[in-house]
C-alpha cells in the first residue's frame, strides 16, 4: 500500500511524540500527566466529535462509542498510558483501514480516468484550447496523437487507431475512420481526427460512466444491510455486557477496579470494525474489479444478485445477434426492385430501429422529408407512413394481414419486411443478422454453470429456431411483442432467480421486470443506464460468465472476512472475560483483525477467476 502523509497521519505522529515524552518525564507527576491528556486529546478530538454528532442524530452506539468510553474509564482508574495507547492503535488501525480503501479507490479511478478538462476546440482555421464545459452540441474539435476524446462526436476528417480499453475492456485497438462514432475516454493513437461533439460535458459517456461509479454505493447489499443493523443491534450489548462484568462481581464484594479493567478489555475486544470496514469494502473491490473487465455495475446489491442467479434470459436481436442488419435480398411485385426499396427506405426513415435503419442505409438516394407524412411507428409490427402521398404499410406478415394485404409466405433465413403501398402487395426485403461470435462461449459457459439459458425474439419461428440452434440455446420463444416478452418472464421468474440481457434500449420493459437487467451495447444509451442494473462496455456476452464469477469470488471474500471476524472476535471476547488478555493486547488483536480482513478483501482485484 502506498503511504499518505495526511492530517490523520501528522496526528497520531504528534500524538506518539508526546506519548514518548510523558515516559521520560513520568517521574514528574504534573507533566507526565498534561502529556499523556494532550497526546489523548490530539489523537482521539475527531472521534468525540464524531460520536456527538451521531448523538444528536439518535445514533448513541457505535465502536466510536466503545473507544471513549473504553479509555475515559481507563483513566478514571488511572490507567493513562494504556487509554491513550488504546486510543493511538485504534486511530493508526483506522488510518491503515482508509489507506487501503483509498489505495483500491485509486486503483478504479485510474481504470476510470476517462474526463479530460480541456478541448482543441476548432474556431475557423484556429485551434483554441478551451475548458471542455464552454463545449456545446455540433461544435468541431481536434483529438491530437495520445490525447483523451474529452466528447461523445462524429469523425469529420482524419483516420487513427484508438485504445477504448478503459472504456471496453478490450486491449485490441479499435480503428476509426471519418464518419465513426468516437467517445470520450477512448485514447487517439498516431493520427489526428477532427470531430463533431454530438454531447456536452455532462451528458458524455465518460460523465455518465464516472457518476455511475460514483453512486454505486448508493444500492447496499442486504449483507451490508444487515451489517449496518447488526452494529447498531450489536454496540449497545457489548456495553450492557461489560456493565454487568463489573456491577456483578462489585456488589458480590470483588475488587471494583480489577473487573472495571476487565470490562475495558471486553469493550475495547468487542469493536466490530473488521466486520463494518471489510464488508463495504469487498464489494466496493467487487464492483471495481468488474469495472476493470469493462462491466459497470449498479451499486453493490447487483453484484449480490449475480450471485443468486438460476437462469440468464436473453434478447435475440442486438444481443446474441450483432443487431447489424443489412438488406440482403429485395423481391418486388409489379415494381422495380429500386422502387420498392425507395417507398421501404422513405417508410422506415424517422425510426430507430436497427432493421430500419438498414433500409434506409441500403437506399443511396436522397429521401426527401417533404414527402413522408404521418409516420406512425405500430409497436412489434412494423410502421405506416403516407410517402408522396401514398400509404406504405411496411412491417411483418401479421401487420399486413390485418390491413386485410395477402403476402407471399417466405422461408428465408433472416427477418423478413413486407411492403404494402395504398393496400397493394408490392414485396419484400429480407434482412440479415449475424451471430456473436461471444455468444456460442457465453451459452456453452452458463449452461456448465447450470443456469438455464432462454432466448426470447419478436421475430419469426423458424429465425429464432435457426439463431438459437446454432448457439445451442433449447429454450426459446418467438414472435413476441413487447408485452408478451415481459408477461413469458414473469413466468420464468416463479422458477428461477432471472437476469435478463437485452440491448438497453427496445427492451427496457423487460430489463426492469428481470431480477437482475443486462444492458448489451449500452455505451451511450441513456436508456440502457437507466434500466439496467449491470451495463456490458463491450457487446462481448462472455462479461456476463466474467460478471458472476466476480460476484461467486467477492461473495466467498466477504463471508469468509464476516465468519472469520465474528470467531476471532468470540475468542477474544472469551479471554477477555475471564481476565487472559490485556487492554494492548485487544487493541492490537483488533488492529490487526481489520487489516487482515481489508487486505483480503483487496484480493477481488487481483484474483484469478
Known sequence: MKIKINENIIKIIISVILFVLALIFQDYRTIYFILLVCSYLIVSYKIFIDAVKKLVKGNVFDE???????????????????????????????????????????????????????????????????????????????VKPGEKVPLDGIVLDGKTFADTASL????????????????????????????????????????????????????????????????????????????????????????????????????????????????PLGFFCGVGRASKEGILIKGSDGLESLSKLD????????????????????????????????????????????????????????????????????????????????????????????ENVIVDKVNDFGTTVYVACDSKYVGYLVIGDKIKESAYNSVNNLKKMGMRVVMLSGDTKEMVKMVADKVKIDEYYSELLPIDKVQKLKEIKKLSYTAFAGD?????????????????????????????????????????????????VTQKIVMFNIIFALSFKFLMLILATLGFASIWMAVFADVGVTLLAVLNALRIMKKKL
Open 311 to 402: 437462469a440468464v434470459v436473453f434478447d435475440k436481436t442486438g444481443t446474441i445477434t450483432e443487431g447489424k442488419f443489412e438488406v440482403r435480398d429485395i423481391v418486388s411485385n409489379d415494381i422495380s426492385k429500386e422502387e420498392l426499396l425507395e417507398l421501404a427506405a422513405c417508410a422506415e426513415y424517422y425510426s430507430n430501429h436497427p432493421i430500419a435503419r438498414s433500409i434506409v442505409k441500403a437506399y443511396k438516394g436522397h429521401i426527401d422529408e417533404s414527402l413522408i407524412k404521418d409516420y406512425k411507428e405500430i409497436s412489434g409490427y412494423g410502421a405506416e407512413a403516407l410517402v408522396n402521398d401514398k400509404r406504405v404499410i411496411i412491417g411483418n406478415d401479421k401487420l399486413l394481414n390485418q
Open 64 to 142: 466510536n462509542t466503545l473507544m471513549i468510553i473504553a479509555t475515559i474509564s481507563a483513566f478514571i482508574i488511572g490507567e493513562y498510558p494504556e487509554a491513550v495507547m488504546v486510543m493511538l492503535l485504534f486511530e493508526f488501525g483506522e488510518y491503515l483501514s482508509d489507506l487501503a480503501v483509498d489505495n483500491s479507490k485509486e486503483s478504479i479511478i485510474k481504470l476510470m480516468d476517462l474526463r479530460s478538462d480541456y478541448v482543441n476546440l476548432k474556431k475557423g482555421e484556429k485551434i483554441e484550447k478551451v475548458d471542455i464545459k464552454e463545449v456545446h452540441i455540433d461544435d468541431v474539435f481536434v
Open 504 to 552: 438497453g434500449v427496445n427492451d427496457a420493459p423487460v430489463i426492469k421486470e428481470a431480477d437482475l437487467g443486462i444492458s448489451m451495447g449500452g455505451i451511450g444509451s441513456d436508456a440502457a443506464i437507466e434500466a439496467s442494473d449491470v451495463v456490458l462496455m463491450h457487446d462481448n456476452l462472455n462479461k456476463i460468465v466474467t460478471a458472476i464469477k466476480i460476484s461467486h
Open 168 to 279: 471496453t475492456g478490450e486491449s485490441v485497438p479499435r480503428e476509426i475512420n471519418k464518419s465513426d462514432i468516437v467517445l470520450s475516454g477512448f485514447v487517439n493513437g498516431s493520427g489526428l481526427i477532427t470531430v463533431k461533439a454530438t454531447s456536452v460535458a455532462e451528458n458524455s459517456v465518460a460523465s455518465k460512466i464516472i457518476n455511475l461509479l460514483q453512486n454505486s454505493n448508493d444500492k447496499k447489499t442486504k449483507t451490508e444491510k444487515f451489517i449496518t443493523k447488526f452494529s447498531k443491534t450489536y454496540t449497545p450489548i457489548v456495553v450492557i455486557l461489560a456493565a454487568l462484568i463489573v456491577l456483578i462481581p462489585t456488589m458480590l464484594g470483588a475488587d471494583f477496579n480489577n473487573f472495571l479493567y476487565k470490562a475495558l478489555v471486553f469493550l475495547v475486544t468487542a469493536c466490530p470494525c473488521a466486520l463494518v470496514i471489510s464488508v
